[in-house]
Each structure stands twice: as structure tokens, then as C-alpha cells.
């Protein structure tokens, strides 16, 4: 089960953006600013892309970018191109009956 | 740079115990906590559990006592150990680097170097 809510899939032309939302709780994503989000192309393994909540590791493209309010944190992807077509999660650290809870996942289609 | 690479059977029978390893190349154990993350097959990602050689562990109650986790820092190694498997334990297992703490703070709260993962089926 996922305990953070995730759109099962999002769609974009190229160059347009999109933004994939996560939702959880006032003790996870609420609570902490240690939200991240993950890349996740078929067959490999997950790419981290956003750490507490907003910040980008080197080497990720700007075009990535991300923010939180209340329990919803948010990725965005502007100028979407086609390599972007991949599983996006979130992840956030949490005081309930788990350390971790990852969303569902949202698979973007680049159109 | 620092990789993991984890190891361990493909095909593991129903109630029979699960054994993967976690290596750690070119680096060391030392004060970051060790994770394990599933992924069953087109499915989302399921955190099952943390090691650090001097805090401990902790793991997701949904595994319950099934679960059991080691760090060797000499071998630099993280190892998960499952039992009583059934086909719903099927999954790619990755091992990934968490959170590190020295002293009385941690930082890097989030998941910044995986492993490419190993494929578990569970399967008579």
C-alpha cells in the first residue's frame, strides 16, 4: 500500500510543463521538510531529482523544480522533453508507523 | 565514486528465508544509514528497513518479525534477511544510502545513491 497519493499517470507535450502532486499527512509531508522525489526510467533504478522538498541535486536539469504547502508537496517538470518520459516518486520521512513512505508513482508520457 | 551492488538468489521457494547483500564500493559505512527499498513488479516502492552500524535499525511494521538487518563494516556490507516468503515477497530489492549522522545531527534526509537492484521471485 502507498501511504503518499500520487496521480496514477500525467501527460505533456514537448515543451510544455506539468506537475505531478503528492499528497499525505500532517506526519509526514506536513511535518517535515524532508520530501524527495525520484526518476525511475523502466528497468533501472530509481534517480534521486529533489531533496528537502525543493532542492536539486548537481547534475539535474532546472527544469526540474518542486515546492510543498500543508500536506501536498509537487514536482513540476517545465520544457518537458522526451527523455523526461519516466516513473516520478515521492518520498517523504514520516512519525507514523513507518520511517519512509514513497508515493504510488505517476508515470509521464511525453506525447 | 561510491556504488552498491547488491547480490543474492533469483529464485527463493515459498516459506524458505531470503538472503540479499548489499556491497559498498569505493567507500565505507561509516555514519550514513543503509536502507533497503522493494519494488514489486510494475508497482510502486515499498521502504522495508534501515541499518547503521552504531544506531541501530529500525524496519516497517508491515514486514513484522520477518525482517532482520546487518551492517559488517569490515566487509562493507548491509545485509537483509527475510523469511517465510511467499509470492507477495516478489520483487526487485535495492539497497540505498540514507540519512548520515555524526555526533548529535543528521543530514541528508533522503535516498542519494541506489543500487541497480536485484530481482527476488518467489516460486516453487
Known amino acids: 500500500q502507498s501511504a503518499l497519493t500520487q496521480p496514477a499517470s500525467v501527460s505533456g507535450s514537448p515543451g510544455q510543463s506539468i506537475t505531478i502532486s503528492c499528497t499525505g499527512t500532517?506526519?509526514?509531508?506536513?511535518?517535515?521538510?524532508?520530501v524527495s522525489w525520484y526518476q525511475q526510467h523502466p528497468d533501472k533504478a530509481p534517480k534521486l531529482i529533489i531533496y528537502?522538498?525543493?532542492y536539486r541535486p548537481s547534475g539535474v536539469s532546472n527544469r526540474f523544480s518542486a515546492s510543498k504547502s500543508g500536506n501536498t508537496a509537487s514536482l513540476t517538470i517545465s520544457g518537458l522533453q522526451a527523455e523526461d518520459e519516466a516513473d516520478y516518486f515521492c518520498c517523504s520521512y514520516s512519525r507514523s508507523v513507518t520511517d519512509w513512505l514513497f508515493g504510488g508513482g505517476t508515470k509521464l508520457t511525453v506525447l | 565514486q561510491v556504488q552498491l551492488q547488491e547480490s543474492g538468489p533469483g529464485l527463493v521457494k515459498p516459506s524458505e528465508t531470503l538472503s540479499l547483500t548489499c556491497s559498498v564500493l569505493n567507500g565505507s559505512l561509516d555514519n550514513y544509514h543503509w536502507h533497503w527499498i522493494r519494488q514489486s513488479a510494475g508497482q510502486g516502492l515499498e521502504w522495508i528497513g534501515r541499518v547503521h552500524t552504531t544506531r541501530g535499525k529500525n524496519f516497517s511494521p508491515f514486514l513484522g518479525s520477518r525482517v532482520t538487518l546487518s551492517a559488517d563494516t569490515s566487509k562493507k556490507q548491509v545485509s537483509l534477511t527475510l523469511t517465510s516468503v511467499t509470492a507477495a515477497d516478489s520483487a526487485t530489492y535495492y539497497c540505498a544510502r540514507g540519512h548520515y549522522c555524526t555526533g548529535s545531527s543528521c543530514s541528508h534526509w533522503y535516498f542519494g545513491l541506489w543500487g541497480r537492484g536485484t530481482l527476488v521471485t518467489v516460486s516453487s
Open positions: 500532517s506526519s509526514d509531508v506536513g511535518s517535515f521538510n524532508y
Open positions: 528537502d522538498v525543493s
